[in-house]
């Protein structure tokens, strides 16, 4: 989680009524005065932005969203805050862009005894999906990863535990994060490798610049992106073996704000390096109008969603923005 103040987006080109609030479900915004929708950016097509509304849901407040997961089987993007609350929102699209999205359902994280989970161990961060695309409605498993307390977890959409999820070293330890505020911000599941997940920063023993990707069996160093202050805060693995995962760089107020879209091959071999090649870069101080992006997911093929954590804070923004992967930016099948 990450506090930047509205005076961020301000330098960005960002109106001050977009910091208000508005009525209705989603607010249809310009990421950019030079790019537009159905307009390319680098590797990336953009095919609509939104900004969700504050809004009560089930007695939930649709914030600090920090994790998304696209159900095929249902139909559903399932988005989950970083103070431990599922929702499920139906994205609406017209000509293949993004138009709308409602929010139909919000339900708390439980324990094992069907408790909402509190602080400390309510600090989601991460979520990936396992059984969205197979054909059976109903049997999903939400995958999430947690920071103050790192250690991931099965839920099923409506919240309910399933099980834990072994932590592998050298993530078992939480002497060796950074900071209990830098630990397992991104997960997902790679067809080859199983479960993957990352910290947010290097670790204290780690070299500098690089984050451990781990899996069961096996870890890659991941170079940052070269901005002051990146760090991995979510990643997708895509079904010809690649990985993309985002970055997000801050440092102050009166620094520029990246958020980075990358592009990696995870080797077989241990010998090789995880080579990473950029996507599409945004910075506010060229125009993005920008917030604390922090979620990731496929939608289909080479489409995906990416979301913002607005901190709680009246002065951000929940923007849920829609992309598509252009050319050998993408290139894989189903």
Known sequence: MLTILCAVLLLGGLQMGACADFDGHALPVPLSPRVAVGDSYMGIR????????????SGLTLQGLSGLAWDEDVGLLYALSDDGNLFHIRPLF??????????VAGYPLQDSKGRPLQRPLADAEGMAIDLGSN????DSQLIISFEGRPRIARYTPTGKWLRDEPLPPP????NRYADSNKALEAVTVDKRWGLLTAPEWP???GPNGYVPIVAA????L??????????????EALPDGSLLTLERAFVSLLRPLVITLRLSHLPTSTREPLVVKDVAVFDNSQGWLLDNFEGLTRHRGQRFFMISDDNRSVLQSSLLVYFELLGSAGGFSE
């Open 222 to 235: 991941y170079p940052l992106y070269n901005a002051p202050n990146s760090s991995l805060v979510a990643m």
């Open 171 to 174: 993530l078992n330890d939480r």
């Open 217 to 220: 069996n096996r870890s890659w």
């Open 203 to 205: 670790l204290r023993d």
């Open 94 to 103: 017209s000509a293949g862009s993004l138009t709308d999205a409602q929010v």
């Open 135 to 138: 054909g059976v409605p109903g």
């Open 46 to 57: 953009l095919l609509g932005s939104l900004r969700l509304a504050k809004q009560p849901v």
